[in-house]
């Protein structure tokens, strides 16, 4: 037995050595957790034991997930992601659950002694129909594929996934009682949910707007942090004096902050409870792990970790496919998600509590979901690899979606390649657009770039450090090459790259500060300009000298920005890593909205919508590729991309009147 404070430095040692050490293999710092759980268990080593205190700091890292989610739930964007999400999100996870469950019937049949329920059998299919969130998003975005054909597809099942979780929190408890009395606790269930739901949906909503707003005009970050902590485990507690999950009450929290402007920071300030303490959630669930019985069942071990992979993978391939994509992209769909996730652990979990599942059982799934966790950085890193072995017109596919990035910039002479589409990089577009010389943008941010390419920025995905991306943006035919994000290290990698391409092409290069202005010119920087020098209009006004604007038109330019308090360049597009370090501060950003079929907005006039009334106003209306002026009675249709300016709070305000 250990006190208090020895068992937390006993899990924040084994913590921090089993997450260096999975990061050194370059696998997800959650597989460390994992990991660690199993070795310092009493099942192994046996260094800590499985004790209420542990159970408790793990409940709660379920909660501050759950809240994460409940700020990423947006009904637009549900709305237009419908068809993905409850088309094809639904039926993967219904038809898991009933195919484990048809499964787990007939192992009964044919293995009496493996007797499985069908309340255990539905416990099994919930967790088996997870995937995880944490290890294939990050993957995805790493190889730039967040919003590729397959990439979407993924994000909706993962979407409604994150979403099945809260039914499910809720129906598995209940089928731990007395089948007889079953329908009338479901209903029960059901009824409580309703209600406390419609309380602070109905109540919340505006109450949490305005309580947010007089906490941040303390402009305190000590009582803005008090205050998140108080939401969340409030809404947590909440639910559970209804009888329901902790985790229900802190998600709704979570998408009840989704709907104010403080979304982003209080996304970056919950970060490292969430982090932490799901860590130690992961910690308790290896801690279930017997290695002992584990290795002694082998063969069943790998039939349960081989058998539910194929399944998802074949179910998730053939649902992408019968929702008319191609073979590549469900192939690629099925492998991305063929995975267990966390989510799957806290149903299990749940599950193992209730008494539903024999702890035999439970340690064989277990196992085997740890690893197929463990397997899924590789299945996905040479899932190009699998599926361009598989089908046979993949190659064909991949050569043209190799060369696009090529073709988008083939035609274009003497253009300036930026590098990194942040604000910096959009307001030396917009310089740059307004004297009439090509450019042409390589960023790193999914989000970011999907924006701006709706709102028909020449801007594709792509790391201006590798060659590769470097050739297909034409730097032997550009007239300069602009870096705008102030990192040394990558500056000097594309610097590297730029002397053996293209020697002779002059490169402008953002820093934070001067320290490392002789470094970067030694490289081969023609121009280093120091952010603290108001980066944006300098870096283009050096762009637009070099490119042989008279220097008193530039001066000019830059003295006409400033006296219009930069109204030219007011806005831009915002990435998942912009956030704002005060909370009452808000930024004006840009926002490109495409209106699908159903949307509300398609049919009417753009003075109909009045969306001045929430704050927000129409920039640029874009239809089949060609810019509209859009004035008050100009009618929307599908497929038209809106641009929305104004602060965050008004955008998704007048996003949800659009959609």
């Known amino acids: 037995m250990h006190s208090g404070l020895e068992l937390t430095l006993l899990l924040l040692g084994c913590a921090v050595l089993g997450v260096v050490a999975f990061r050194m293999l370059h696998l997800p710092p959650m597989l ?23 159970h408790a700091l793990a409940e709660f890292g379920v909660v501050f997930l759950m809240f994460s989610i409940g700020l990423e739930f947006s009904l637009a964007q ?27 019937q007939l192992i009964s049949m044919l293995t009496p002694q493996l007797n499985i329920s069908w309340q255990a059998a539905f416990a099994l299919g919930g967790a088996l129909a997870m995937s995880s969130t944490a290890i294939v998003v990050k993957m995805i975005t790493e190889r730039l594929e967040l919003e590729s054909e397959h990439g979407r597809r993924i994000i909706g099942i993962l979407l409604f996934q994150d979403l099945a979780v809260v039914p499910l929190l809720i129906l598995i408890p209940s089928l731990a009682r007395n089948p007889e009395d079953l329908p009338a606790t479901l209903g029960l269930a059901a009824l409580k949910a309703a209600a406390v739901l419609a309380l602070l949906l109905f109540f919340g909503q505006k109450l949490m707007r305005r309580w947010f707003t007089v906490v941040a005009k303390r402009r305190s970050q000590e009582l803005f942090m008090l205050n998140l902590l108080l939401v969340t485990l409030g809404g ?79 179910l998730i391939a053939g649902l992408a496919k019968l929702f008319g994509s191609s073979d590549g992209v469900s192939m690629r769909t099925g492998l991305a998600l063929a995975q267990a996730g966390e989510f799957g652990f806290v149903l299990l979990n749940l599950a193992s509590d209730s008494k539903l599942i024999d702890p035999f059982l439970m340690q064989l799934v277990l196992a085997s979901m740890v690893l197929s966790m463990l397997a899924a950085p590789f299945m996905i890193a040479n899932m190009d690899k699998i599926v361009m072995k598989i089908a046979a017109n993949e190659w064909m596919m991949q050569s043209l979606a190799l060369t696009q990035l090529a073709t988008r910039t083939m035609k274009t002479q003497k253009h300036v390649i930026i590098a990194g589409f942040g604000r910096s990089g959009q307001s030396l577009a917009t310089l740059l657009s307004e004297e009439k010389l090509p450019w042409y943008a390589l960023d790193l941010d999914p989000e970011r770039v999907q924006e701006a390419r709706a709102a028909g920025a020449n801007v594709s995905y792509g790391d201006a450090s590798r060659r590769e991306a470097l050739i297909a943006a034409g730097v032997n035919r550009a007239s300069a090459l602009v870096i705008t994000f102030a990192d040394t290290r990558l500056a000097l990698k594309v610097l590297h790259l730029v002397h053996e391409l293209a020697p002779n092409l002059p490169v402008i290069v953002r820093s934070h500060d001067d320290s490392d202005l002789d470094l970067l010119k030694g490289a081969g920087a023609t121009e280093v300009v120091p952010e603290a020098l108001e980066s944006s209009l300098m870096l283009a006004s050096h762009a637009l000298v070099m490119l042989g604007v008279p220097l008193r038109r530039v001066v000019h330019r830059v003295q006409a920005a400033r006296d219009e308090r930069y109204a030219a360049l007011r806005g831009y597009f915002h990435g998942s890593g912009d956030i704002t370090d005060d909370p009452e501060h808000t930024y004006v950003r840009l926002h490109s909205v495409t209106l699908t079929d159903g949307a509300a907005a398609v049919g009417k006039r753009l003075a109909e919508l009045r969306l001045d009334e929430v704050g927000a106003e129409v920039t640029t209306l874009r239809r089949g590729g060609e810019k509209l002026e859009a004035g008050p009675e100009t009618v929307l249709d599908v497929g038209d991309v809106v641009v929305l300016r104004g602060e965050g709070d008004a955008v998704s305000r007048a996003e949800n009147r659009l959609l």
């Open 236 to 314: 947590a507690w909440i639910t559970e004096q209804a009888g329901l999950s902790l985790a229900l009450g802190a998600f709704v929290a979570g998408m009840l902050i989704s709907e104010t402007q403080y979304k982003h920071q209080v996304e970056e300030d919950i970060k490292p409870f969430r982090d932490v303490l799901l860590g130690l959630f992961f910690i308790t669930i290896g801690m279930l792990l017997d290695l002992r019985m584990v290795l002694a069942n082998w063969w069943l071990v790998l039939a349960l970790l081989v058998l539910p992979v194929l399944l998802k993978f074949a």
């Open 78 to 104: 549900l709305k237009a992601m419908r068809r993905i999400v409850f088309g094809l999100g639904m039926a993967q996870v219904v038809l898991t659950i009933v195919a484990t469950m048809l499964f787990g």
């Open 32 to 54: 460390g957790y994992l990991a660690v759980g199993v070795l310092i268990g009493p099942h192994a080593l046996a260094l800590a034991d499985d004790s209420p205190a542990t």
